[in-house]
């Protein structure tokens, strides 16, 4: 479609239990500047910085109270406690960038995907990642090193809740072979910017191009 045509951006929702590879598919997306050009929502929580994390990149990592204060005032546009942290999406920043047409990547839980899907369901195109299967899941967290022993059977404890929610998705993309749903991925992004209703631009194009005269 042509870049004069204008369109709004959308919002496209990651999410999977823990250790299923959606923040490797999201950092993959990311990284494609040429074809994608995504931009990242960056989520603002109460959870400890991991070692592999930086502040202002992966996560704005805040104070409860800090939070709370977000919250009730209405800045978070989705919120949601995860393995007794928080985790919320900033208003602001989400809606001025779909108005200017930025794709935006959210990397975020089923409760936060349910909340954009009914505030703003115009705007979200949802995907669910799932692990091919539970023993591969469990192996998946422990091969990343990054939780304690108590966290890692928390986390797969939480995924069969998780997994529940695939019904909620606009997609489902089994993740046994990393390129294949990774291009999985990219090919939905492609085919969602292309839909009608995603390009107000439309209408004048089609204007000028029927009033167009021919010599």
């Known amino acids: 479609m042509p870049n004069s045509i204008?369109?709004?951006?959308?919002m496209l929702v990651l999410s999977s239990p823990s250790g299923a590879g959606k923040s490797t598919i999201a950092r993959l997306l990311l990284n494609d500047k040429e074809k994608l050009e995504l931009a990242l929502s960056i989520s603002v929580t109460t959870r400890p910085r991991r070692p592999s994390e930086i502040d202002g990149v992966h996560y704005h990592f805040?104070?409860?109270r800090e939070f709370e204060r977000l919250r009730d005032s209405d800045e978070l546009i989705e919120w949601a406690?995860?393995?007794g942290n928080f985790y919320g999406t900033p208003?602001?920043?989400a809606e001025n960038a779909l108005?200017?047409?930025q794709d935006m990547l959210f990397d975020i839980d089923w409760q936060g995907a349910l909340q954009l899907q009914d505030k703003m369901k115009g705007d979200v195109v949802s995907i669910f990642i799932l692990p091919p299967s539970m023993a591969d899941l469990k192996l998946r967290l422990h091969r990343r090193a990054e939780d304690t022993e108590e966290v890692i059977d928390m986390r797969l404890r939480n995924a069969r809740n998780e997994i529940e929610r695939w019904r909620s998705y606009d997609y489902v993309i089994v993740n046994e072979d990393l390129n294949r749903a990774y291009h999985q991925v990219q090919s939905i992004v492609t085919a969602e910017?292309?839909?009608r209703d995603r390009c107000p631009g439309l209408f004048d194009f089609v204007s000028n191009l029927l009033d167009e005269k021919l010599d």
């Open 62 to 64: 805040i104070s409860t």
């Open 6 to 10: 204008k369109r709004r951006g959308l």
């Open 193 to 195: 910017r292309l839909r």
């Open 91 to 93: 208003r602001e920043a």
């Open 81 to 83: 406690e995860v393995h």
């Open 99 to 101: 108005a200017d047409g």
